[in-house]
């Protein structure tokens, strides 16, 4: 029926009611204007920046150029991330920031899901269609029915007639209720008073937008020299895809308030292939610092993209072997008698400076280290994680334990001098299996006021509490640290 009203006159004619459509009604006061809804989806993009942090978060700013009509109405902001935190979005006019305001928003994330869809239709009818096998044909059947409710499984009515556990190949739905959506949406009264064309800007923190650095180190024959190759590994399980966007990284520790954001489950690896030369611009910002691609760049859903970030060529490196006393050596409780075996650990260390080809502040992250064997094939040596670290700091690499480097430590003396004066002596043994000559760094814990009485090697007190010995061992051969210590309680 259209918006004309009807009236039912009585008119004598054979002594019959007629049912008689009346004029246009006339309204004492005039009708307020009707809201004007509009809808602005990616084809409205103009410019868009993500900012993302090292810690599950990132800054979205999408700016989108719109047909705005004056005065109040509501503007459908789509294809925004399913992970955004209402509470953070931010809405301006870029065109004319003081006429352009926003009256209320609403962050609509009820989706379309076929579920949700039957639960919106409880109390309505909709058409059940069932496919029927007759006579080598197969034909549907439709069935006209409304849905009285779905709590564990629907109940319909059906003419006159209550039923449940009814098989429909599939439901027809007359339209869509506008309370579902079928993506994320941000809705927003808004006010114009200014122009038509409007460019607006929206800004949000979203969730599940994660990043990291993961470095390769790649170590020539000789232990002396490395390639360093840094990489931004991007993962990107907003809900959402973010195209020809510029893209920044912040470095540094955040300060946040934290909530609970469900765990990312799916990712894929896509865009992996690397490029032949860095790509990030870095500068400080605040106490952090910001990393800019300078191209823009695709993040599609549910993907992990990597990024060249630095490349340093023949950086000067050098290969630790160390050992590190504990203060828990007392003797071999298992085997009395028999010295104590030591892991010697091993270490890559070089510095993060310009003339190594290097300089730029390394976020933190993980080191992979390769090195090429006899034949030229690149093998994986081991890996350790990195701390934030600027230019001109050294970082020291672990790999692994030496497989051809022994360790074996004997206290061959204990000597009470006075009430609380002890000397303590150790004997260390160094064996080295390898054909090339190393130098072990030992570092010894020792306890109270103290000095050394005597040592086959020299000595630095590193610490307060600590002694280093650097030992060089001869290939295929061994060396015997000794020293003797006074300690005063």
Request: hydrophobic fraction near 35%; proline fraction near 4%.
């Amino acid at each position: 029926m259209s918006a004309r009203t009807w009236i039912v006159a009585l008119v004598i004619a054979g002594g019959a009611f007629i049912l008689r459509p009346a004029g246009p009604a006339v309204s004492a006061e005039p009708e307020p204007a009707e809201t004007q809804d509009q809808t602005t989806t990616l084809d409205d993009q103009t410019e868009l920046a993500i900012t993302v942090y090292n810690s599950d978060i990132a800054l979205v700013r999408d700016v989108r150029q719109l047909q705005l009509p004056r005065g109040t109405g509501s503007l459908r902001f789509m294809d925004i991330a399913a992970t955004v935190n209402p509470a953070t979005v931010h809405f301006r006019s870029i065109t004319e920031p003081s006429r352009v305001s926003v009256l209320e928003q609403n962050y609509e994330y009820d989706l379309l899901e076929p579920d949700k869809l039957l639960r919106k239709y409880v109390g309505r009818d909709v058409t059940l269609v069932r496919t029927r096998q007759e006579g080598g044909t197969t034909r549907q059947e439709e069935v006209t029915a409304r849905l009285l409710s779905y709590n564990n499984a629907p109940v319909w009515r059906i003419g006159n007639e209550i039923v449940t556990g009814m098989h429909a190949d599939h439901i027809r739905f007359p339209e869509l209720p506008e309370t579902l959506f079928s993506r994320p949406t941000l809705i927003w009264t808004v006010q114009n008073d200014g122009a038509a064309r409007q460019r607006v800007e929206a800004s949000y923190l979203a969730g599940k937008l994660a990043w990291n650095a993961d470095y390769v180190l790649t170590v020539a024959r000789d232990d002396r020299t490395a390639g360093v190759d840094g990489w931004v590994t991007l993962t990107n399980n907003s809900g959402t895809a973010f195209r020809n966007a510029k893209l920044q990284l912040v470095a540094g520790d955040l300060n946040r308030v934290r909530q609970e954001l469900r765990k990312a489950v799916a990712y894929e690896m896509a865009d992996a292939a690397r490029p032949a030369a860095a790509q990030m611009a870095q500068e400080s910002f605040s106490d952090y610092h910001l990393y800019t691609l300078e191209r823009k760049t695709t993040i599609n859903n549910s993907q992990t993209k990597q990024v060249s970030m630095l490349n340093g060529t023949n950086v000067p490196v050098q290969k630790r072997y160390v050992v590190e006393g504990q203060r828990y050596y007392y003797h071999n409780a298992q085997h009395p008698g028999s010295p104590l075996k030591d892991v010697v650990q091993v270490f890559y260390q070089f510095k993060n400076e310009a003339k190594g080809g290097l300089g730029m502040p390394m976020p933190a992250g993980t080191v992979r280290v390769y090195q090429e064997d006899s034949k030229g094939a690149v093998q994986f040596v081991g890996e350790d994680r990195i701390n934030h670290t600027p230019k001109d700091e050294t970082l020291n690499l672990k790999i692994g334990n030496a497989f051809d480097v022994v360790c074996e430590r004997n206290q061959v003396d204990f000597e009470k001098i006075a009430g609380n004066v002890y000397e303590f002596e150790y004997e260390i043994t160094l064996r080295n299996h390898k054909s090339v000559p190393v130098t072990v760094e030992v570092n010894e814990p020792i306890g109270g006021t103290w000095r050394m009485v005597r040592s086959s090697h020299e000595h630095t007190k590193t610490a307060a509490w600590a002694a280093q010995f650097n030992v060089p061992v001869v290939a295929d051969g061994e060396a015997v640290l000794k020293y003797r210590v006074r300690v005063t309680y």
